[in-house]
Structure formats: C-alpha cells, structure tokens
C-alpha cells in the first residue's frame, strides 16, 4: 500500500520561504507524478504543482514565480518550496499521486496534510 | 480556468436515504471529472473518474453519472461512515480545478 507523509515547519515568518518535503513509502517514485495540492482555511482544494522523475514540472500560473518543487528518487522524496510567503499561503497542504487509471492521471493516493501558518 | 459549482452546499439526510450531489462546470471537461470524499482531519479519497468509474475499493452505492458540464454523485442508501464532505475535481485542463463541496450531514 502506498503511503505519504508530508513534513516542515507548522510555522513560517511572512516574507520567509515554506518548505516541505513529501514521503514516499510502499512504492517507487519513478514513473509517476507527484502534486502538492493546498486547501486556505474555509475555501476549496487548489492544485499549485506537480513533477515527474524525468524531470517534468508544472506550477499553478498565480504562484508560478514563487515556486520550486524538486525530487530525489534515491531518498523515495519530493519537495515544496514556496517563497515570499504572506498570510495568504497559511494552509493545510498535501502530497499526492497521479495515477494512471483513467483517461488521464487522477490523485489515487494522498498525504494526510500538513497545516502550514504564515505568522510572525 | 474552469470553475466548479457543487449544489447543494450542505444536504441534511438520514442514513439509509439517497444522495444526490450536483457539479456543473463553466466549460466542457468530457467526462475528465473526479469525486473525492473527504472526512475531518484526513485526506481527501477518490471515489469515482472518468465522470463515471468507481475507484479500487469503493462500494457500488456510490455511483457517478453526466459529461460536459453537468455531472452528479449518487449515493443509493446512506451509510454512517459516508457523513462527509465531498468534491469534484476536473482532470480536462491545469489546474485542475476543484469545486467548493458538498457537506452531506446527518439529519
């Protein structure tokens, strides 16, 4: 069974840099994509990235310039980093699998989340 | 970017009755539309993709019909453990886009 788990600070100063990183167990890394997905207190689920181990990335438009996710295949781990935050980025923030079991990739498998604060 | 409306927002219902979950998108997403269920303090679990296709795992009382704009979950008899919040998610474009939820509550 495939499992992820999120970890990094619950707390991080405004204008700072949020990172997580995304475990990876019962699984290979390799050959799948893998989100960060984040949901602001009160408001919906916002996809804002996604990498594969070739070296694919894709980030959400708005937080395009702010974002940097990396993967490390021989540690089964990928990576979060979100700069110049503001009190705008505070949220529970999950890791998640793109499997393919449809027409295109679906999140089959997810992190239990991690709620980040942006506070000084 | 494509926006999803879920109706309605909260839907107050007894166990053993039947759900009706709404979501309607801006544009066409075919029949690229996911439901996921999502209970307090853990992760959010795919329920159905491909508009239509129940995931590994999941009860056949969980159904999901429509393509284009208008699609809908059903649940055919409520179980208490199926109390949650659900949401679509459409899979056609990036990002893919989430809708805002549907609490189904215990009346």
């Known amino acids: 069974q495939v499992q992820l788990q999120e970890s990094g600070p619950g707390l991080v100063k405004p204008s700072e840099t949020l990172s997580l990183t995304c475990t990876v167990s019962g699984g290979s890394i390799s050959g799948y994509y893998w989100s960060w997905v984040r949901q602001p207190p009160g408001k919906r689920l916002e996809w804002i990235a996604y990498?594969?181990?070739?070296?694919?990335?894709n980030n959400t438009p708005s937080l395009r310039s702010r974002i940097t996710t990396s993967l490390d295949t021989s540690k089964n781990q990928f990576s979060l980093k979100l700069s110049s935050v503001t009190a705008a980025d505070t949220a529970v923030y999950y890791c998640?699998?793109?499997?393919?079991?449809?027409?295109?990739?679906?999140?089959?498998?997810w992190g239990q989340g991690i709620l980040v604060t942006v506070s000084s | 970017e494509i926006v999803l409306t879920q109706s309605p927002v909260t839907l107050s219902l007894s166990p053993g009755e039947r759900a009706t979950l709404s979501c309607r998108a801006s544009?066409?997403?075919?029949?690229?539309l996911a439901w996921f269920q999502q209970k307090p303090g853990q992760a959010p679990r795919l329920l159905i993709y491909d508009a239509s296709r129940r995931a590994t795992g999941i009860p056949a009382r969980f159904s999901g019909s429509g393509s284009g704009t208008d699609f809908t979950l059903t649940i055919s008899s409520l179980e208490p453990e199926d109390f949650a919040v659900y949401y679509c998610?459409?899979?056609?474009?990036?990002?893919?886009?989430f809708g805002q939820g549907t609490k189904v509550e215990i009346k």
């Open positions: 998610q459409q899979r056609i474009n990036w990002p893919g886009t």
């Open positions: 544009q066409s997403v075919s029949s690229f």
């Open positions: 998640a699998r793109q499997g393919v079991i449809g027409g295109v990739t679906y999140f089959d498998y």
């Open positions: 990498i594969h181990n070739t070296g694919i990335t």
